[in-house]
């Protein structure tokens, strides 16, 4: 079982539409959650973090964490084509210390 | 505020010989962390350091080694270069390696490429 799980996609999505993306965990201890966004060729660029269960909006972006389901989401309102890039789900394990362990990525396309 | 800094961008090596990457942390973060990322894949944690020395290890081999210096830049150092060692190496940092885990903020990433 992979440690966090995310769907390769690709997602597509029209322009001005909710993009949900999903990532579930396997480590029960995992304490803080980030989503990175990463364009073709580039680093990957933080987007948000949430450490508690509910809700985090920031903007057009909000994450969402269930722990008791291992379940971890980021919606994008409104998804704009600037929006098409692939979005890694990355979980700090039982610990801490930062020693992220990220999924393969999402592949999300926004289209005209 | 100064990010996070890499060098070289991009690199070619021949498979056997050895190459260090270099990282400046981003102001104010004393701690550092590296990841390899390969084609399609997430990033894979290599090791972190914190106040010069290391402070946890992914899974791999001893022939890929670090340090970290009292600026907190760092230096990413991989002996007997294998063709799978060709990938994305992304220095990260953060403002302490606590329980709470502060954000990370990687560098633009140094592209190998193997031979």
């Known amino acids: 079982q992979k440690e966090v799980e995310q769907n390769s996609g690709p997602l597509s999505v029209p322009e001005g539409a909710i993009a949900s993306l999903n990532c579930t965990y396997s480590?029960?201890?995992?304490?803080?959650f980030f989503w990175y966004r990463q364009y073709s060729g580039k680093s990957p660029e933080l987007i948000m973090f949430?450490?508690?269960?509910g809700d985090k909006e920031d903007g057009r972006f909000t994450a969402q964490l269930n722990k008791a389901s291992q379940y971890v989401s980021l919606l994008i309102r409104d998804s704009q084509p600037s929006d098409s890039a692939t979005y890694l789900c990355?979980?700090?394990?039982?610990?801490?210390?930062?020693?992220?362990?990220f999924g393969t990525g999402t592949q999300l396309k926004v289209e005209l | 505020e100064t990010g996070v800094t890499q060098s070289p961008t991009h690199l070619i090596k021949t498979r056997g010989q050895q190459v260090t990457l270099r990282c400046s942390s981003q102001?104010?973060?004393?701690?550092v962390s590296w990841y390899q990322q390969a084609l399609g894949q997430g990033p894979q944690f290599i090791f972190q350091?914190?106040?010069?020395?290391?402070?946890g290890r992914g899974n791999f081999p001893p022939r890929f080694s670090g340090l970290q210096f009292p600026n907190y830049s760092s230096e990413l150092n991989v002996n007997a270069l294998e063709l799978d060692d060709s990938a994305l190496y992304l220095c990260?940092?953060?403002?302490?390696?606590?329980?709470?885990?502060?954000?990370?903020?990687f560098g633009n990433g140094t592209r190998l490429t193997v031979t």
């Open positions: 990355a979980v700090n394990p039982s610990g801490g210390g930062n020693k992220l362990t």
């Open positions: 102001s104010g973060h004393n701690t």
């Open positions: 990260a940092s953060s403002l302490a390696a606590g329980q709470g885990g502060s954000p990370l903020h």
């Open positions: 949430i450490y508690s269960n």
């Open positions: 480590d029960r201890g995992s304490q803080s």
């Open positions: 350091y914190y106040r010069e020395e290391e402070n």
